[in-house]
T-cell receptor, first 110, second 113 residues
């Protein structure tokens, strides 16, 4: 049973394109995280959301709690954005553990 | 910017040996976590630690695993008798509070041979 589903699994785009990665979840959550994992394995937290929208540079994250859906957008994509983007949630009856999606592997070609 | 530091970055060990993975969380953070990622798979939760005790653990975190915060700065994960299937990248993470984001270490790649 996958509590967190991401789409697409893989995404290849040209530099400059607008990128959207989607995340759906099936459980009640207290927060949703978007994270970035680089080829070397390191994980960086991008956003933590419990409602609405957040923006940081060229990255925008939105969440719709009623629809149990979140999106991560990248504007003016660049080859350095190439990474695995992972959605992870904190479920309602647990304040401690993140439940992770499988990730979306993004490749931006110059 | 403050970092979570993990050592070693890569460890190779014989099956059945004990390993200790070390983490130095950010100094004013209160919540500490270990996660692992088997090659090609999702990241999985192992254990969370708050107020000097385990607050939650997953089914993976059986009697072979233990965590300690021995001196107020280090946070260690011990695997008593490693198995081949323990081979994975192990990530330590910390955060200041429940409403704050996570900071992850760069991981320890454990290879059990």
């Amino acid at each position: 049973k996958n509590e967190v589903e991401q789409s697409p699994q893989n995404l290849t785009a040209q530099e400059g394109e607008f990128i959207t990665i989607n995340c759906s979840y099936s459980v009640g959550i207290s927060a949703l995280h978007w994270l970035q994992q680089h080829p070397g394995g390191g994980i960086v937290s991008l956003f933590m959301l419990s409602s609405g929208k957040k923006k940081h540079g060229r990255l925008i994250a939105t969440i719709n709690i009623q629809e149990k859906h979140s999106s991560l957008h990248i504007t003016a994509s660049h080859p350095r954005d190439s990474a695995v983007y992972i959605c992870a949630v904190i479920i309602m009856d647990s304040n401690y553990q993140l439940i992770w999606g499988a990730g979306t592997k993004l490749i931006i070609k110059p | 910017e403050p970092e979570v530091t993990q050592t070693p970055s890569h460890q190779v060990t014989q099956m059945g040996q004990e390993v200790i993975l070390r983490c130095v969380p950010i100094s004013n953070h209160l919540y500490f976590y270990w996660y692992r990622q088997i090659l090609g798979q999702k990241v999985e939760f192992l254990v969370s630690f708050y107020n000097n005790e385990i607050s939650e653990k997953s089914e993976i975190f059986d009697d072979q695993f233990s965590v300690e915060r021995p001196d107020g700065s280090n946070f260690t994960l011990k695997i008593r008798s490693t198995k081949l299937e323990d081979s994975a990248m192990y990530f330590c993470a910390s955060r200041m509070g429940e409403n704050y984001g996570y900071t992850f270490g760069s991981g320890t790649r454990l290879t059990v041979v």
